[in-house]
């Protein structure tokens, strides 16, 4: 695994593209996203109740910190740390339950990106390149059909497991146990919200954060050669688990670490931190583990951090990761 480029599962060649193509509108995901959003919207003022409205927050802080970010993203995609299968397993499965995508699909999706924002051009579907509405309707309701895409091929380790397999086979029926015991235990106010409202918020802010962190934002590096580059989200630096900073992320790729610096909190990290406190994670990758990028152009000293961590963080007399 090449820890520059976050993966060596996209195969491409000089017969591959990654500009022309077509965008497609993908029924079944469209739908998915579609209705849980009108759910959401229509039953979620009727059914509101404060518990129905914790089960939101609980599920979403679960699902997207132990599963999409630590669990999908840095474990997973990036092999960031080292944890038990077993613990893989389950934080896998929390991030299946966000709504997104399974693992593999995930995976794709993910690598795709990361390699075409690498070359010197790509299509506008990969880069967030058009409007904000535009953007909003190709992401969550289309797909796009590269004429002359790689290949993409998992590591055996994942390709040949029977787990992962059936999670991607049924990622979308993983809400249904989840909605009976919610049902059981608070009717359909928890199913509304601890379900519809929770997937569709979540898929929906993916999106957003995505939007902004190729868009806009402050940037700390530029990488050399890159068509697209990352930039920070720091509003969404909580609610996104540390994964707005996605200018690091650009810069860093295999770092278990995302916010980098005193004043950029990411509670995927100190998760992550927690499950080495635990004896549940080793080898844990960041800046100062990792070979030298030599692509890797340091622009910029204001690297766009909350002003408030930045000033607690000095009364406890943090020293920045870098600078
Ligand atoms: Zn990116
Ligand atoms: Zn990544």
């Known amino acids: 695994m090449d820890w520059a480029h976050g993966s060596d599962r996209i195969i491409a ?21 579609g209705s849980m959003t009108l759910v959401a919207l229509f039953a979620g003022p009727l059914l509101f109740s404060w518990d129905a409205f ?5 599920g979403c802080a679960i699902t997207l910190c132990a599963g999409h970010s630590v669990g999908m993203h840095r474990r997973l995609i990036h092999n960031s740390f080292e944890c038990p299968l077993r613990l893989e397993y389950l934080m896998v499965y929390s991030g299946v339950l966000v709504g997104m995508a399974g693992p593999f699909g ?9 390699w075409a924002q690498r070359q010197p051009l790509c299509h506008d579907f990969l880069k967030h390149g058009r409007g904000f ?10 797909d796009l059909e590269l004429d002359r895409a790689p290949r993409f091929m998992p590591e055996p380790r994942i390709a040949n497991d029977a787990v992962y397999r059936w999670m991607e086979r049924t990622w979308m029926w993983q809400q249904l146990p989840i909605a009976l015991v919610l049902f059981a235990f608070g009717g359909w106010s928890w199913v509304v919200w601890g379900v519809a409202a929770r997937v569709s918020v979540c898929v929906t802010g993916h999106w957003l954060i995505g939007y902004f962190a190729h868009n806009e934002g402050p940037m700390r590096w530029r990488v050399r050669g890159a068509g697209v580059q990352g930039h920070d989200v720091p509003i969404a630096a909580l609610l996104s688990m540390g994964e707005s900073w996605h200018n690091n992320h650009h810069a860093y790729p295999g770092s278990a670490r995302i916010g980098l610096n005193h004043d950029q ?5 100190w998760f992550i931190l927690a499950l080495e ?11 100062a583990t990792m070979p030298e990028r030599p692509a890797l152009v340091r622009v910029s000293n204001d690297d766009g951090g909350c002003p408030a ?4 963080a000095r009364w406890f007399g943090a020293r920045p990761v870098h600078g």
């Open 54 to 58: 914790a089960v939101f927050i609980v």
């Open 277 to 287: 406190r635990l004896g549940l994670a080793s080898n844990i990758q960041t800046p």
């Open 309 to 312: 961590c930045r000033m607690v």
């Open 265 to 269: 909190p990411d509670p995927g990290w």
């Open 13 to 33: 060649d000089a017969s591959t593209d990654p500009v022309h193509g077509r965008v497609r509108w993908k029924p079944v995901k469209s739908i998915w996203i």
């Open 133 to 142: 509405w535009r953007d909003a309707w190709w992401q969550l309701h289309c």
């Open 106 to 114: 995930l995976m794709h999706q993910h690598d795709l990106r990361d």
